[in-house]
């Protein structure tokens, strides 16, 4: 059974930091495509970043989080980090972890087999 567990959520002020994080289980963590997706009220889902497991390929951003967020991976502990800094109250939104078999890193919410629970982030301005 796969298990996507994210925490490090909560509430922060305009241009603090937080650092989510997302523990798997039930899969080769290895072999798998991590990204992190988010979702504001009234919202879709929308990519925020990805990440590969092969080495020498560089992380996935969407362009409202370059140079502000960073992805990263730790493979001895199953675990998909996502580094947020200078938050904004427009980041406001659930943050989802998600996983996919395979080195692509993919930007659509359909292309991922499996999802955390999501963890809120709320800026205040």
């Known amino acids: 059974q796969v298990q996507l567990d994210e925490s490090g959520g909560g509430l922060v002020q305009a241009g603090g930091s937080l650092r989510l994080s997302c523990a798997a289980s039930?899969?080769?963590?290895?072999?798998?495509?991590m990204g992190w997706f988010r979702q504001a009220p009234g919202k879709e889902r929308d990519f925020v970043a990805g990440?590969?497991?092969?080495?020498?390929?560089?992380?996935n951003y969407a362009d409202y989080v370059k140079g502000r967020f960073t992805i990263s991976r730790d493979n001895a502990k199953n675990t998909v980090y996502l580094q947020m800094n200078n938050l904004k109250p427009e980041d406001t939104a659930v943050y989802y972890c998600a996983a996919r078999p395979g080195a692509r890193v993919l930007k659509q919410d359909r292309d991922y087999d499996y999802w955390g629970q999501g963890t809120q982030v709320t800026v205040s301005s």
């Open positions: 990440i590969t497991w092969t080495s020498g390929r560089s992380p």
């Open positions: 039930g899969v080769i963590f290895s072999t798998y495509s």
